[in-house]
């Protein structure tokens, strides 16, 4: 169990779980990138080979913003097959096709966040929810117009641009048209099953 007794670090978890875009900064390079959250809560993305030989990589999140979280990360490359595919492939429903053919999960050594020092144990927490994500977000997307209600600021989505691609115990990652929200859960519902996941979206779309 981490300390953390002024919620820094959940913060920072949560922060990570809702910022999907960002900078890879290595060797004087620095290259906007798009991740995914593994099931175990590991970091993957399609890198280029240059990232893969470096010994000092940084992930940026968001977009270079003044308030983003900075991870150093160790990138280690994995080929697209066997249980590593479904990697791949969440990569893919998350953002489409991928700009590089080399994939790596990046393992976080160190993260700073809001001005603070985080331990990455604190960062990298397993999806409790895995087991049922898939049966989850095909629910949801059984009725996209539910679905689209229940989002904030989405006058100008329409509801076949909608499409939940994850769910975890904090909140769902919705794909639109041309980038991928995070939509937490209501305060008052937890979600721990596919029936609590259609609750909360019900509860959300009023």
Known sequence: MIDDPDGIADEAYLWLRSHLEGHLCFDGERRPVKIVLAPDGCIVAPVMVAVLASGDVVLELPDGEPDAMQLSVTPERFVERGEDAALCDRWR???????????????ID??????YYVDAEAVVVPNT???????????????????????????RTTAK????????????????????????????????SVESAMAAVRAMAG
């Open 129 to 155: 929810l895995a087991a049922i994500e898939p049966a989850a977000c095909k629910a949801l997307n059984a009725d996209p117009a539910l679905l689209l209600r229940a989002l904030p600021g989405s006058s």
């Open 93 to 107: 429903i998350y953002h489409g096709d991928a700009p590089d053919v080399n994939w790596a999960k990046l393992s």
């Open 110 to 115: 160190a993260c700073r966040h809001a001005g």
């Open 161 to 192: 641009d909608v499409r939940v691609v994850g769910i975890d115990p904090d909140g769902m990652d919705v794909r639109r048209a041309f980038d991928v929200v995070r939509v937490p859960w209501p305060d008052d519902i937890e979600v721990t």
